[in-house]
Structure formats: C-alpha cells, structure tokens
C-alpha cells in the first residue's frame, strides 16, 4: 500500500504557487525601488557634475588667456 501522508496535497501546491507570486511580486519591487534609486543618484551627480566642469573650464581658459 502507498503511504500518501508526506507527499503536497492540492491545498499545498496552492499555497506554494501564491508564495512564488508574491516572492516575484516583491523581487520586482525590491529592484524597481532599487533601480529609480541609481537613476536618482546619477541625475544628481550629473546636476553637479556638470556645472562644476563647466566651471573649471572656464576658469581654466581665463588663466590661460591671462597668461598668453
């Protein structure tokens, strides 16, 4: 006879299944939050960045055209 009491019923299977979705369900919203985070970082360092090249360039070609 075969002993049925340790092998997943249907009910099992169900919640196993709703548990894959709502691991999925986070892991998505874990790395969207994630990535709109990196967007965010380098848009700053770009607002940043940027202004200050511009400005060192600036000054840079003042220094140089003052000298010359």
């Known amino acids: 006879m075969e002993d049925n009491r340790t092998a997943p ?3 099992l299977r169900h919640v196993a299944g709703w548990a894959l979705v709502v691991l999925l369900a986070l892991l998505i ?3 969207t939050i994630v990535l ?6 380098v ?7 940027v202004p ?4 060192l360039a600036v000054v840079g070609v003042a220094a140089h055209a003052r000298r010359g």
């Open 52 to 55: 200050l090249v511009v400005l």
């Open 36 to 41: 709109a985070g990196m967007v965010l970082v």
């Open 9 to 11: 019923g249907p009910g």
């Open 29 to 31: 919203t874990v790395l």
């Open 43 to 49: 848009s700053v360092w770009l607002t940043v960045a």
